[in-house]
């Protein structure tokens, strides 16, 4: 929640979700980004960050594979105000 709050209040955004996994186990994408994604949504706008989540609001998101991260498996967020 302290991420959020650092951030600034912003009006379109674009979401970009990076997957440092633990192994070379295959996965599905979307069921590791999904949830942690509406979950973000719904911070960003509980936490006045965003107006909205609609699409007038979060016009793009990405995710994609990152790097092997056996101690730190996570997912690395980035939010581009546009």
């Given amino acids: ?42 911070a960003l706008v509980e936490l006045g960050r965003l107006p909205d989540d609609n699409f007038n609001h979060i016009v793009k998101i990405t995710s994609w594979v990152g790097e092997i991260s056996k101690n730190n498996a996570h997912i690395e967020m980035r939010i581009k105000e546009i």
Avoid at 9 to 37: A, G, P, Q, W
């Fill in 1 to 42: 929640m302290d991420d959020v709050l650092d951030l600034p209040v912003m009006d379109k955004v674009e979401i970009e979700m990076i997957i440092h996994y633990e192994n070379k186990r295959l996965f599905d994408i979307d069921n590791v980004t999904s949830v942690v994604c509406k979950f973000t949504q719904d």
